[in-house]
């Protein structure tokens, strides 16, 4: 993964003449006046907590210094009001909180995951609603992300382990093939599919750049073939959800007519909690149940997108029992186990929270919930990197601290948000620290950022490269 920079705001580019006037031909003269004055209004930001780490909202946004207000779109999502919130920010790589989109929180609130279930994010990349779903599954039950494209598969991979994420597998795949292993396998499924990106004009100038009016029917063909393969990997009684961030009608309630007509054994539900409006059976092909999909506007509070709630037919049952087998590619530790144990005893009050496997030197900690994995997929990783075991000795991972429970390392040096220590430590640099000597958990304001490894008064550096602050 790159290293990180700031990045200047996009300039924003006006949208195509010719998407307004279909929008203004869709939507009638009055509704367009709100569409277009809504397009004008500053760019709304928004920011959602990661459950497996903070719960508490209001000593969050004081402690952050944000003006933090409710979104319709997630419980735990809010608009931020005033400056300073950002990618720099030491809760950001803690990873405490996600910057995204307001409405593109609407597709996990409709997928509505509970914790022990299996969840397939099939398009996850850059990883918004996965770690949205993983954070509502709580450390139980299996979450599969896919991303298709090499780059952006990584920077998934990065975003779960900011988040802590203990129970995923991330995989680098074609849709077609992930499914096809994974018969009736999930209990639910999101299809966030890639779009003509209508709903990120204002934020991305290249999505209007590179719009078309033949974009939509490309992209519709797409969408249509990325479903066929959704439902395959779906058991029965489970809910798809099907989201894209576009206006186009036949990107949405025409995508969903055609799957409807083509797989009786689906149909339209009302989504868990209200946001945005009823999308138009007008727009489809005229069935009154495409009234339960939801369509969000601009002026809705939201950039824009279309959210489709589906459950396919069949008994709703709890899942079988996952196998015992893992990845062909690791091996039982278990004469590594005492080295590891001692390691999580010194460090963390909590057991290793996986079961231990190998590849090559490098130690994982895979999910309890783990089934046997298909063989012959691009696997980029199950479970938590812990570390790797050299000359007897373990030396842990970054991903293991981040993925510790809060208030659970042994060993911290707890750098209050406001010290220069904190950025330092984000920089690369070494910076003044006591405790015993040996590895230490590092903490921003009480969240674990990291770690270093003490001597002599110095915390030596173990924060990753790829991830500092420049």
């Given at each position: ?38 397009l004008s209004a500053p760019v709304r930001r928004g920011l959602r ?159 209007a750049t590179d719009w078309t009016p033949e974009t939509p029917a ?253």
């Open positions: 993964m790159a290293k990180r920079k700031t990045k200047s705001p996009e300039p924003q580019v006006a949208p195509p003449a010719a998407f307004l006037a279909r929008m203004r031909s869709l939507l009638g003269e009055m509704d367009f006046a709100a569409f277009e004055a809504a907590l990661n459950l497996l780490k903070c719960r508490d909202a209001a000593a969050f946004a004081q402690a952050a210094g944000f003006a933090l207000s409710p979104l319709p779109f997630a419980p735990e999502g809010f608009l931020v009001g005033g400056g300073g919130v950002s990618g720099r920010h030491p809760w950001h790589h803690a990873g405490v909180f996600y910057l995204q989109e307001p409405s593109a929180m609407s597709a996990v609130t409709a997928l509505d995951p509970q914790p022990g279930q299996r969840v397939l994010d099939l398009c996850a990349a850059p990883g918004g609603k996965s770690t949205q779903i993983a954070a509502r599954l709580g450390g139980q039950g299996l979450l599969v992300s896919n991303e298709i494209v090499p780059g952006r598969a990584k920077i998934l991979l990065s975003n779960l382990e900011r988040f802590g994420v203990r129970n995923a597998c991330v995989y680098n795949e074609t849709p077609e093939r992930l499914c096809a292993a994974f018969p009736g396998f999930f209990d639910a499924v999101l299809v966030d599919a890639p779009c003509s990106g209508e709903g990120m004009f204002r934020r991305e100038a290249a999505a490309a992209c519709a063909r797409r969408q249509r073939a990325i479903l066929d393969c959704a439902k395959t990997a779906l058991r029965p009684g489970g809910v798809l959800v099907y989201s894209t961030c576009t206006f186009a009608p036949e990107e949405n309630e025409g995508v969903v007519s055609t799957f409807l007509r083509e797989n009786p054994d689906f149909s339209l539900e009302t989504i868990p909690t209200a946001f945005g409006r009823s999308a138009r059976p007008d727009w489809g092909d005229g069935d009154p149940s495409l009234e339960l999909a939801r369509r969000i506007f601009p002026q809705d509070g939201g950039e824009g997108h279309f959210v489709a709630r589906l459950r396919r037919a069949g008994t709703a049952c709890l899942p079988a029992q996952a196998g015992a087998g893992v990845a062909s590619s690791t091996q039982p530790v278990r004469e590594w186990d005492p080295l590891l144990r001692t390691f999580f005893a010194e460090q963390f009050d909590e057991p290793p929270y996986g079961l231990p496997h190998a590849a090559g030197e490098v130690l994982f900690l895979l999910p309890d919930s783990l089934p046997a994995l298909p063989r012959g997929l691009h696997l980029l990783r199950a479970g938590v990197c812990a570390g790797r075991v050299k000359s007897g000795r373990f030396e842990p991972a970054h991903a293991l601290y981040l993925a510790a429970a809060p208030g659970a390392s042994r060993r911290a040096v707890d750098l209050p948000l406001a010290d220069a220590r904190l950025a330092a430590f984000l920089h690369g640099e070494q910076v003044e620290a006591g405790g015993p000597a040996g590895y230490t958990a590092v903490l921003a304001g009480g969240h674990a950022v990291g770690f270093g490894k003490v001597s002599g008064g110095v915390l030596k550096n173990h924060y990753p490269r790829a991830l500092r602050i420049l």
